[in-house]
């Protein structure tokens, strides 16, 4: 559930101008959208209790009723295109021709972005194990996108991404987000659905798009039949 500033500034119980300024100087987690700062309701919350800032409960009830819709993973990955015989010199390089692969707005700095991931790189390895790797920077917020996308890349060579089972990388999964929200939920999708031996087994062998998004779509499936089918609470 996303925000304007006069809308975070009635939860808040202040004027749109202190919003403002707290964006500015106390850290209050805000995007910019067409030129302007949205925030997000479950960050709003979380934000204010963490300030001792007083926060009306009816913005943790609206967000209840309007969670952030996450789309299918498929579609996700319509967006964000997947790409086969990707250069792979090394680490740095991997991660510069992902970034040049990423939908995101003409405004983006590329090369910042590409920065970004490296640093977060260098703190621990996003290398999820069997080839597998998700590079994502810490706060997706700074992509200032409105729109999520998963990007996929294939690499020509497999790259050495000191993964955590010490085999190197030839699948990268890149998560495009407009919040923190949207960004751990479709984490979650894609450890479901990279849990299943198949898809690993068609990332391995560099398959054509419709081979993967067809996998993916059975799994989403599955998925969805299973939780039509549990029983109610």
């Keep these: 559930m996303q925000l304007t500033v006069r809308q975070a500034a009635s939860y808040l119980g202040v004027d749109d101008a202190t919003v403002r300024r707290w964006i500015r100087t106390r850290g209050l987690p805000a995007q910019q959208v067409d030129e302007r700062p949205h925030l997000n309701a479950v960050e709003l919350w979380e934000w204010a209790l963490e300030q001792g800032v007083p926060v009306s409960r009816r913005l943790l009830d609206e967000a209840r009723r309007h969670p952030d819709e996450v789309p299918p993973l498929t579609e996700l990955l319509a967006r964000g295109g997947i790409h086969h015989d990707v250069a ?20 983006v700095d590329r090369d910042f972005l590409a920065s970004i991931l490296e640093a977060r790189e260098a703190m621990g390895s996003t290398g999820i194990g069997d080839g597998i790797a998700i590079p994502h920077v810490r706060n997706p917020i700074l992509l200032r996108v409105t729109d999520p ?14 993964a955590i089972d010490g085999q190197p990388v030839h699948a990268l999964f890149t998560v495009i987000s407009p919040s923190v929200p949207v960004h751990l939920r479709i984490l979650a999708q894609l450890g479901f659905v990279l849990h299943d031996r198949e898809l690993r087994r068609l990332l391995v062998e560099r398959r054509p798009a419709t081979a993967l998004l067809d996998r993916v779509r059975a799994l989403e499936a599955r998925t969805k039949s299973r939780d039509s089918t549990a029983p109610a609470p």
């Design 149 to 162: 996308s998963v990007t996929l890349c294939l690499l020509r060579v497999p790259v050495d991404f000191d």
């Design 88 to 107: 792979s010199e090394d680490k740095s390089a991997v991660l510069r021709a992902v970034v040049a692969h990423l939908p995101v707005p003409d405004e």
